[in-house]
């Protein structure tokens, strides 16, 4: 005869023991998890101190850590902690439309530079020949041009002490630990992988999550054997050298950079809005508003002028390519035929092949492309 009563505590005690030992493996990933988010300790940064180049515009500038740190430090000291507010106002007033509320703007940068003392001395950052120009300034055009002088007189101001403090400050040490941080070696198990987003010549785009901090991108999977079949490799490695210089809120940027056996990998941006052209197409009415167009156009404008500000030709603007955030603004993507123009050299080859009934095969195919980022419609640091 069966005893109910102990086959209960049975069922329930073996249930018990399996929770206690998937909790116990979860406590025990979740701690593993947390020791590889530590920052590494000083005395493993040194070699990178002694190395590393102290350059104003790289570290404080081009670097997304090495700018908020360096805003960080500037806000201890209230002389630079005024200057770093004088370039937050005109940045407001670059960037704001055109009207009553930009020209209020400019006046209110003209007046902080041609202001009295403040605090019983004159801004440390203003020259006497620019606070005397900014109080004789009558016209629009001249308030302009003088704040822009303003602007690059804080500039070379920041570069000079305020720098050199930075670097000797507990702030740059930050900085430091978190490049060495940055520095350690991603694999693919470094990421949960999802769904297939878009397939293109060479591999596909998936989106995946970063195990550790949770954060989403789209990784783009370059097959290792279709890139030597086709003679892709030196335009794989291109495509990531141009990610890693490019540094605008208009382009994809790129997060990690690694390779399995059979694929080389990047992990990009994901962009939740889809791409242009569907917003064309298949959202409501096809095609778009003015507004719109002019808004996107901007945008996309920005993203070629940072292009060619480092001597990069785009060579594939279509819709396709023009992937949309979560706020509507738009990047744009799949740099996989950019060039870096070599001195001054003219770019003599051609984008694509003979078309496609000559050749046969997709599309992407045909015109040698990696993966571009198609109806991305759901889901880096």
């Given at each position: 005869?069966?005893?109910?009563?102990?086959?209960?505590?049975?069922?329930?005690?073996t249930a018990y023991l399996q929770?206690?030992?998937?909790?116990?493996?979860?406590?025990?990933?979740?701690?593993?998890?947390?020791?590889?988010?530590?920052?590494?300790?000083?005395?493993?940064?040194?070699?990178?101190?002694?190395?590393?180049?102290?350059?104003?515009?790289?570290?404080?500038?081009?670097?997304?850590?090495?700018?908020?740190?360096?805003?960080?430090?500037l806000a201890t000291v209230p002389?630079?902690?005024?200057?770093?507010?004088?370039?937050?106002?005109?940045?407001?007033?670059?960037?704001?439309?055109?009207?009553?509320?930009?020209?209020?703007?400019?006046?209110?940068?003209?007046?902080?530079?041609?202001?009295?003392?403040?605090?019983?001395?004159?801004?440390?950052?203003?020259?006497?020949?620019?606070?005397?120009?900014?109080?004789?300034?009558?016209?629009?055009?001249?308030?302009?041009?003088?704040?822009?002088?303003?602007?690059?007189?804080?500039?070379?101001?920041?570069?000079?002490?305020?720098?050199?403090?930075?670097?000797?400050?507990?702030?740059?040490?930050?900085?430091?630990?978190?490049?060495?941080?940055?520095?350690?070696?991603?694999?693919?198990?470094?990421?949960?992988?999802?769904?297939?987003?878009?397939?293109?010549?060479?591999?596909?785009?998936?989106?995946?999550?970063?195990?550790?901090?949770?954060?989403?991108?789209?990784?783009?999977?370059?097959?290792?054997?279709?890139?030597?079949?086709?003679?892709g490799e030196k335009m794989a490695?291109?495509?990531?050298?141009?990610?890693?210089?490019?540094?605008?809120?208009?382009?994809?940027?790129?997060?990690?950079?690694?390779?399995?056996?059979?694929?080389?990998?990047?992990?990009?941006?994901?962009?939740?809005?889809?791409?242009?052209?569907?917003?064309?197409?298949?959202?409501?009415?096809?095609?778009?508003?003015?507004?719109?167009?002019?808004?996107?156009?901007?945008?996309?404008?920005?993203?070629?002028?940072?292009?060619?500000?480092?001597?990069?030709?785009?060579?594939?603007?279509?819709?396709?390519?023009?992937?949309?955030?979560?706020?509507?603004?738009?990047?744009?993507?799949?740099?996989?035929?950019?060039?870096?123009?070599?001195?001054?050299?003219?770019?003599?080859?051609?984008?694509?092949?003979?078309?496609?009934?000559?050749?046969?095969?997709?599309?992407?195919?045909?015109?040698?492309?990696?993966?571009?980022?198609?109806?991305?419609?759901?889901?880096?640091?």
């Amino acid at each position: 005869m069966v005893d109910m009563g102990g086959l209960d505590n049975l069922i329930a005690n073996t249930a018990y023991l399996q929770a206690r030992k998937s909790s116990d493996a979860d406590s025990k990933e979740l701690q593993r998890r947390r020791r590889s988010l530590m920052l590494p300790g000083p005395q493993s940064c040194e070699q990178l101190r002694q190395a590393l180049a102290t350059d104003f515009h790289s570290l404080c500038e081009q670097q997304p850590i090495g700018r908020r740190l360096f805003r960080d430090f500037l806000a201890t000291v209230p002389a630079y902690q005024e200057a770093r507010g004088f370039l937050e106002e005109v940045q407001s007033w670059e960037l704001a439309e055109e009207g009553p509320a930009k020209g209020s703007a400019l006046q209110g940068l003209v007046t902080t530079c041609a202001s009295a003392p403040v605090h019983g001395h004159p801004h440390p950052f203003f020259s006497p020949a620019l606070v005397t120009k900014c109080q004789a300034a009558t016209t629009e055009d001249d308030r302009a041009s003088l704040v822009k002088l303003a602007k690059a007189e804080v500039m070379a101001f920041l570069q000079d002490q305020p720098f050199r403090e930075f670097l000797a400050s507990p702030f740059y040490d930050k900085f430091l630990q978190w490049k060495v941080f940055e520095m350690q070696p991603v694999s693919d198990k470094y990421f949960e992988e999802f769904r297939v987003l878009g397939k293109g010549g060479f591999g596909e785009v998936c989106a995946v999550q970063v195990k550790n901090t949770g954060k989403m991108y789209a990784c783009k999977k370059l097959d290792k054997k279709r890139l030597k079949k086709k003679n892709g490799e030196k335009m794989a490695l291109l495509e990531k050298e141009i990610l890693e210089r490019v540094s605008s809120p208009f382009i994809v940027s790129l997060a990690y950079a690694f390779e399995s056996k059979s694929h080389l990998c990047l992990v990009m941006s994901l962009m939740n809005g889809g791409d242009l052209k569907f917003h064309i197409y298949s959202v409501g009415e096809p095609g778009l508003d003015m507004s719109r167009v002019v808004f996107y156009s901007a945008q996309m404008t920005c993203g070629v002028l940072h292009l060619h500000s480092l001597g990069i030709v785009y060579r594939d603007m279509k819709p396709e390519n023009v992937l949309l955030d979560d706020l509507g603004n738009c990047r744009l993507s799949d740099l996989g035929l950019a060039v870096q123009i070599q001195d001054g050299k003219p770019i003599t080859q051609r984008v694509s092949e003979p078309p496609l009934a000559q050749r046969g095969g997709t599309e992407l195919e045909r015109r040698g492309e990696g993966c571009s980022f198609p109806g991305q419609t759901e889901p880096r640091t």
